[in-house]
């Protein structure tokens, strides 16, 4: 072999890696889009984390996750969700309806796994359960029936309670379809609801001193995000003001409020995740069928509950999924 023919040789053999290299595809992309902060949504991108585990795909090694937080500004996920898109993500992981919409109204084609509280069919996220169509499928966790039930849960605590309130997120669609059914359910008990809607700190604040003087003497609170998010807040004012309250997570009673009835957040964020590595994968998501949340859990602090000057009615306490004492 002669010397310039050796050389050559050497040389493209040299670059050989570099040019495999460059031919191999980019680490996929996920956006997480969300209404709440890095600090409420541990237990989401925790949930997430895992489903994408079991999928195999690890952050960091053979999958990225871009992270978009409103900071409970609602208003601001439609910019979110198209920053998301200019990213060209392979597929956009949401929280709650409002996200799941700025998602949708942003792109047609990339695929969003969707974790919501209302019915997809309803709300036009998805053509039936069965087969979702379109870019989205995900989880429903029929949130509207649980704002009912947790009526029901409080007039059992408190059965001598004729005035009770409720607290909703009047930037979530949500919220009317919620309130209607929690006024229903008020109605069959015989207890007075007044609704109270609050999307900032403030708001939160001034239905407390509404409630006050009202005598309601319980508040269930609904299940928008961005009450999870102000759970350390609305646990506090229920303290200050011998308010008993339910919430749809069992974060809080866990962190110190005295109820919660709702689906299990972190096995449902697992289950998302599971379907993020599935559209990772190659499947569509007009092929994966919506799930239905069917794993609800009530949580109790009793020491809350004896701080609050509140006798727990055992059928409850024999209900329960888990008691903290």
Same mark, same amino acid.
């Given at each position: ?9 050497? &040389? ?7 040019? %495999?290299? *460059? ?20 237990? @989401?991108?925790?949930? #997430? ?20 937080? !409103? =900071? &409970?500004?609602?208003? @601001? /996920?439609? !910019?979110?969700?198209?920053?998301? #898109?200019?990213? @060209? ?5 949401? +929280? &709650? ?15 969003? $796994?969707? =974790?919501?509280?209302?019915?997809? %069919?309803?709300?036009?996220?998805? *053509? ?13 966790? /029929?949130?509207?029936?649980? !704002?009912?039930?947790?009526?029901? $849960? ?8 004729? +005035? ?9 669609? +949500? ?10 359910a008020a109605h069959s008990l015989g207890v007075e609801l007044h609704i109270f809607r609050a999307s900032t700190s403030g708001e939160i604040d001034a239905a407390f001193v509404s409630l006050v003087k009202l005598r309601a003497r319980a508040l269930a609170v609904g299940g928008d995000p961005y009450f999870f998010n102000q759970r350390a807040q609305i646990m506090a004012l229920a303290a200050r003001d011998a308010v008993a309250?339910?919430? !749809? ?11 919660? =009835? ?7 964020? @697992?289950? #998302?995740?599971? =379907? ?16 239905? +949340? ?7 602090? /009793?020491?809350?509950?004896?701080? /609050? ?17």
């Open positions: 072999m002669r010397r310039r023919e050796f050389i050559t040789l050497l &040389g493209s053999a040299a670059a050989w890696p570099l040019s %495999v290299r *460059a031919q191999q595809p980019a680490m996929p992309l996920i956006g997480f889009l969300s209404p709440g902060s890095p600090e409420s949504d541990v237990v @989401r991108l925790t949930g #997430v984390r895992q489903g994408l585990k079991e999928s195999g795909y690890a952050e960091g090694q053979n999958v990225a996750i871009e992270y978009c937080f !409103a =900071y &409970g500004q609602n208003d @601001r /996920l439609p !910019a979110l969700a198209a920053d998301l #898109v200019d990213r @060209r993500v392979a597929g956009i992981v949401t +929280v &709650g309806t409002p996200a799941t919409l700025a998602a949708k109204a942003t792109t047609t084609t990339i695929p969003i $796994v969707f =974790y919501i509280a209302v019915d997809p %069919v309803q709300f036009g996220l998805a *053509a039936s359960l069965s087969r979702p169509g379109g870019n989205l499928t995900g989880l429903g966790a /029929l949130s509207i029936d649980l !704002a009912a039930k947790r009526l029901e $849960v409080l007039h059992e605590l408190l059965p001598d309670a004729a +005035v009770v309130a409720m607290l909703v997120n009047p930037t979530n669609p +949500v919220s009317e379809p919620e309130s209607r059914a929690a006024q229903g309250t339910i919430s !749809a997570w069992r974060e809080y009673p866990v962190a110190g409020g005295l109820m919660s =009835y709702g689906s299990d957040v972190a096995d449902a964020y @697992r289950q #998302v995740g599971l =379907y993020a590595g599935k559209i990772l994968k190659g499947i569509r998501p007009a092929d994966l069928p919506v799930q239905q +949340v069917v794993k609800i859990e009530m949580v109790i602090n /009793l020491k809350t509950a004896k701080t /609050l000057g509140i006798t727990i009615p055992l059928p409850l306490i024999g209900r329960a999924d888990e008691v903290i004492e």
